[in-house]
């Protein structure tokens, strides 16, 4: 629907994404419990409480607050997701650059942006059963989508996430905790995978 | 979920009130972000030796913080791995000009952590992995081997020679050569809660152990029937025996670790069991550690850790420490 | 029952053997009947301090056997206590001429077994009873208080002065003078399994917990619904405080034991608690004791000891020890 | 049915006590747990086990198999009951003296010599809740009965006994483990004093 938006969009769009959190919070610590150590929902939770409560004060651009997210979520998620995530959000700053509104165009750039920093820090390779399972797919649907609106961008990239997701279950881990169980990592959904899905649905929401 | 705390939300920072409030002539602890050091840091001149983790493995590492061992550890959540701006912090408290050696436990969340808090460091600092636990199979596309109880083993040797003068250089090659010569393996007879899931991590049947457990609730490798500890013992030393490998004539540090909830009768039984099999095989036990140290919360369980050691460890083991859980020399 | 034992009738004698193989430097193990005493046994012309109980609860006693505690302890069956063979052959191992005190924990079967073998024994042999739980009511017409937590200070502050050179009645005076000044209580979160029943001695539901908590398992004087730590610890401080009472102005070592699966991170909690509560009411607290000490095998929960202390007591509670469980100042 | 009691004969009983504490381990070790530790059954047990394997040297005289076994149980029980059975043995030993065959009423001298000693160690008074709510019963049955014949004084004993052992149930413990729970003591049977009734029920049985 919207052909841009502004640095209170992004703020909008960040309020979202916190509630799907805490909204989500135990879905994420359970499947965290099933193949890793059961604090991935708390961890982003953690997180997002306090990004909010930086909120008031998000800066003058888009890229401010994406750097204010980025840096707050390093210093209170902790765990794998912490800096994997921090390092997203901190690219996706980058990415956009002094813009004070964001297009279709830049966000797709964003979400490239981001998901090479994940790759950067985290060396997850596709099928490694991680988060990038999620984002990979998630870039390549906003990439091929060639819409020139936000919405329909980032709702080809929730919907491509989803289904990332989804196909993690079958995959035996490689990265990350829930490689320790070999095998057994089969049959469960990542928890990172799911709040990737989960965060850019939030973005899409927000954008419609 | 029966804990003695008040909010899973703040145990760890009440936690660490009752720590700071115990051990006022060891340590401090700085909250937010929250970091726990010597009482006496900087020490102007000496190498810095830093850990941390997630919590709920105490006294690792908190409790390992003191003269002749760390510097600083950096707590996390429960089971969470500390922050980098906890890290950093860590790194300005107790910097004495000498460097700093920041050990980690292999986990995706504290490689990550720490590796961003270095490169933001100011100074020489270098960090080490450990990767004892033989449990899991090494990769290169894996997450690779845990940090589990050989951590401990490695922050008393390096720390000691830290204390003794070592410069960064060989701090640093200390600690490679103690991370080359130790590995782990450990067992849960039961799971833990963590305060904020209120729930066990797993659960296992009342006939069920599960081998290869990680410490932080991961569930491991393998779960088969409860077996008497003359099994036991063998089916955790085994492996680790195999895969270093550990010979005849070897000399050693054997470290029987309780996961928390195991109480010292059962620990003591296990090590003798593992003395006697490791002297059948003509492997020279000469330093020993039983107890709970390198724990998973109120679990059942118990480790094995075993060091071949050589002259410039012993020297360093046996090296004065002062800290909560460890003391000895002074 | 999962327990990494063999056999419960071979608990015991297997985890001494254990006890043996990993501090051999400190203590030896005798067995038929079973004894652990220091390994330099017997040190002439010191009074010698003997204790024991029931086995279940370490590290006491056989952990707090060396120099500057206990010179030796006599270890029973899981929570039965010793029998008068085994404190006579304790008493013959370490007499070192200066006469023996023996430490009692106020249970009928360790009065009369310690009796019994004080009216069988040789040269100069006292006894004293330690009653500092008070959870249970006094009274001339039942078996009294019991002796818990209080126990792990006495022996550390009267091995202390038998180790600095205090002859038999000096000992056994301050013996007494400690047993007046401490006082402690205990709360069961969970029950503990002896192997050789192989059930929970009782049974606690998911929101209860069990105030006043002996320490076999014996359950304690109130059940009532599970409560944040910042009522439970006021729950047990305040009955040790109006007890003896202390106040304002005096000073104390302030020990915080966990009864074996209460991990260290709760525990900490539970202290900093009580270190609050203390300060609140003008009481300095001048020593702590933190740590699973008196344990009843796997339970979860803990107690709080408190003794009121005076400059002879902390000259003893400082001075060297070196034993299993406490080390330091050597 | 007999009027004398050779040194066999005491064996032959000692065998049939140790043979009831076996078969009875769990019953007691299950009425500890109720108001006690849990142990008395499997105390028990330890010491009759190790007491059989010294009857095939019993001695000479009733008085040396009655010492051995008072001397075994000391060394081997714990806890309260092994001082108060190995002095309540040790007492009934002196009692007979150097007798070659016991009577009835050397019998009856021995029960209430065993009983002196139990309260004399124990200091237990009549319903405390101990094992003296069972032997003092027995001893005074035991005296009442008047019998020339050691199985009607010794059956006279021990049916005095187990119901001295019932009638402890409503009591609150006053002495040993059970009188920590002050008024939670009532409504359970006292563990030594079942241990007691069943020993003299092992005696009159292999008198009979
Ligand atoms: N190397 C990696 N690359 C990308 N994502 C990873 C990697 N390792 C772990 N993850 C993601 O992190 C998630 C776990 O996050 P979290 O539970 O917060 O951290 P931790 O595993 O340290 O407890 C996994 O589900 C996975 O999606
Ligand atoms: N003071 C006493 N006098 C007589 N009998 C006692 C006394 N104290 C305890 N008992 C008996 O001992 C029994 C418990 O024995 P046991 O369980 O073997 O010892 P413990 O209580 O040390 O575990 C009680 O049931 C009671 O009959
Ligand atoms: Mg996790
Ligand atoms: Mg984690
Ligand atoms: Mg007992
Ligand atoms: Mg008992």
């Not at chain 1, 596709?126 to 020139?148: C, F, H, I, R, Y």
């Not at chain 2, 980098?84 to 952590?113: C, F, H, M, R, S």
């Not at chain 2, 270095?118 to 450990?130: H, L, N, P, Q």
């Not at chain 2, 077996?227 to 550990?246: G, H, K, S």
Request: aromatic residues 4%; contains cysteine; proline residues 5%.
């Amino acid at each position: 629907m919207a052909a841009s938006c502004t640095v209170d969009g992004v703020v909008a769009a960040i309020r979202k994404v916190a509630a799907t959190v805490e909204e989500h919070r135990d879905e994420l610590v359970n499947l965290d419990r099933e193949i890793g150590d059961g604090d991935h929902g708390e961890n982003l939770k953690r997180g997002f409480t306090a990004v909010l409560s930086k909120l008031d004060n998000p800066g003058e651009t888009p890229a401010a607050v994406l750097k204010l997210v980025a840096s707050t979520l390093i210093s209170t998620v902790g765990g794998a997701a912490g800096p994997l995530y921090g390092t997203a959000f901190l690219r996706a700053s980058s990415a956009v650059g002094q813009e004070t509104e964001l297009t279709a165009e830049s966000i797709v750039a964003a979400l490239g942006a981001a998901l090479n920093g994940v790759v950067a820090r985290g060396k997850a390779e596709p099928g490694d059963k991680t988060m990038v399972d999620a984002l990979g797919p998630a870039v390549a649907a906003a990439q091929e989508s060639g819409s020139g609106d936000i919405a329909a961008v980032l709702s080809a990239a929730a919907e491509a996430a989803d289904k990332g997701a989804q196909d993690t279950i079958p995959l035996v881990a490689r990265k990350g905790r829930a490689s320790y169980l070999g095998e057994r990592s089969a049959g469960h959904m990542d928890p990172g995978a799911r709040s990737t899905a989960l965060l850019l649905r939030a973005f899409a929401d927000a954008a419609s | 979920m029966k804990k003695i705390i008040n909010d899973p939300s703040t145990v760890v920072a009440e936690s660490l009130a009752g720590l700071a409030a115990a051990h006022a002539d060891v340590l401090k602890v700085r909250t937010e972000p929250a970091v726990i050091y010597r009482a006496d840091a900087p020490v102007t001149g000496k190498v810095a030796v830093i850990s941390g983790g997630g919590s709920g493995h105490e006294p690792m590492h908190g409790g390992l913080v003191g003269l002749g061992m760390l510097d600083a550890a950096c707590p996390g959540a429960v089971f969470t791995s500390p922050t980098p701006d906890q890290v950093q912090a860590a790194a300005e408290l107790v910097d004495g000009g000498a460097g700093v050696l920041l050990i980690v436990k292999n986990y995706t969340g504290d490689v990550l952590n720490f590796e961003t808090a270095a490169e933001f460091a100011e100074g020489d600092v270098r960090t080490v992995v450990i990767d004892d636990d033989v449990a899991v199979k090494d990769s290169l596309y894996t997450a690779g081997r845990r940090g589990v109880g050989g951590t401990v083993l490695l922050e008393k040797i390096v720390g000691g020679a830290a204390e003794g003068g070592y410069g960064l250089d060989e701090v640093e090659a200390l600690a490679r050569k103690v991370i080359s010569q130790v590995r782990s393996m450990g067992v849960a007879l039961t799971a833990c809660t963590v305060p904020h899931v209120g729930e066990p991590s797993f659960v296992l049947a009342d006939d069920e152990i599960e081998i290869g457990i990680g410490i932080h609730g991961e569930p491991g490798r393998q779960r088969v029937p409860h077996m008497p500890a003359d099994q036991l013992v063998p089916a955790l030393l085994e492996p680790i025996l195999e895969d270093l490998p550990f010979q005849s004539g070897d000399r050693v540090l054997l470290f029987t670790n309780s996961m928390g909830g195991t109480p010292l009768i059962e620990l003591y039984l296990a090590h003798g069991i593992a003395e006697r099999l490791l002297a059948e095989r003509g492997i020279v036990v000469q330093r020993r550690l039983v107890g709970p140290y390198v724990t998973s919360l109120e679990m059942q369980g118990m480790s094995l850790t075993l060091l071949k050691v050589d002259d410039e460890m012993l020297r360093w083991w046996d090296a004065p420490v002062r800290t909560a859980a460890l003391r000895w020399g002074v």
